[in-house]
């Protein structure tokens, strides 16, 4: 009855118990999915956390990209499920070439750790519908390598898409190119985000619970989608 | 020995902090000529057999170097240094 929101744990995930958290206080069941498991126990959507996946080593998400389950999720993905990447998460779907760019090492070369203002730019169906446009949200950032990078051609098409999601306002924290700090794929059910929502979804825990948004804007979406869900 | 050779390198146009912060401290040691500086990956490959150049270029491409990124050239250990195609890939695309 309720939606199964998969968390997907790789050797090195951190994020993937508040991820879990996240997901059960915006209503939904959380199933925890693990990397060398390509079966995706049907839920209808599923959150790839933050961390250090295979240690970072090579890349972040390098090695990542090819686990099991992430062949599941690529395939996924085209069938339209939600898939929303966290930090980590974000650098795995760029290295997966299922969102374009890449994540390199913030520019200041320090690792940034903070509560960070970001600006929603897309509303877009599946994951920030429950947001308004241009509204300002507070969520931690907490990464060393979040700067996000594509070439000129690839930036403008994600701005006349809509598919840059938030940006950086009050200061860009790693030099991210045009502020971006989350991107969506052209269909918009896969976005990638370097802060981090699934720590702002409760006052005692984190700076707001903005973060929260972005976990109910996908449960409203699947629950008016239409019934013919549901991954295998 | 059957040992490919890959270097990987950020591409021209990709800043490169940790090169920066390297130029930077060269002066303490008394440098003062140098004008910039990069930082890239050198990775060896063994192989059981003979050192397969294509293999080795696909593994490159797949795995090692990230084109969004990156560059890289091969060579077999202890031959001249062949630069690879490392061809200017085309934007990645979500699929939709």
């Known amino acids: 009855m309720s939606t199964r929101v998969g968390v997907v744990t790789f050797p090195g995930s951190l994020d993937d118990g508040d991820a879990a958290r996240a997901v059960r206080l915006a209503g939904a069941d959380a199933v925890g999915l693990w990397h060398a498991d390509p079966d995706l126990h049907g839920v209808d959507a599923v959150v790839l956390p933050g961390g250090f996946s295979y240690g970072d080593y090579l890349r972040g998400g390098a090695i990542a990209r090819f686990a099991p389950v992430m062949e599941t999720i690529a395939e996924a993905v085209r069938d339209g499920l939600p898939v929303l990447g966290i930090c980590n998460g974000f650098q795995i779907l760029c290295e997966a070439h299922i969102l374009p760019g890449a994540l390199i090492r913030n520019q200041h070369m320090h690792f940034r750790a903070r509560d960070q203002r970001l600006r929603i730019e897309a509303v877009q169906p599946v994951w920030t519908n429950a947001f308004t446009d241009s509204q300002e949200v507070v969520i931690p950032i907490k990464h060393g390598e979040g700067r996000y990078v594509a070439d000129e051609h690839t930036l403008d098409e994600l701005e006349a898409n809509g598919q840059i999601v938030a940006r950086y306002v009050g200061g860009n924290p790693n030099g991210a190119q045009r502020d971006i700090a989350a991107i969506s794929n052209a269909a918009g059910n896969v976005v990638g985000i370097m802060p981090h929502p699934e720590h702002a979804v409760d006052a005692l825990t984190g700076p707001s619970t903005d973060g929260l948004g972005f976990f109910t804007s996908m449960l409203k979406f699947l629950a008016g989608a239409p019934a013919d869900q549901g991954a295998s | ?96």
Do not use: W
């Open chain 2, 1 to 96: 020995m059957a040992r490919v050779v890959v270097d990987v390198m950020l591409k021209p146009e990709i800043l490169d902090p940790q090169g920066q912060a390297v130029a930077n401290a060269l002066p303490r040691l008394g440098v003062n000529d140098v004008t910039s500086v990069r930082i890239g990956r050198r990775i060896e490959i063994e192989f059981a057999g003979e050192p397969d150049l294509d293999r080795a270029r696909e593994i490159a491409d797949k795995l090692l170097a990230n084109p969004v990124i990156e560059d890289f050239a091969l060579h077999v250990d202890g031959t001249v240094e062949t630069e690879s195609d490392s061809q200017e890939s085309e934007p990645a695309e979500a699929p939709a």
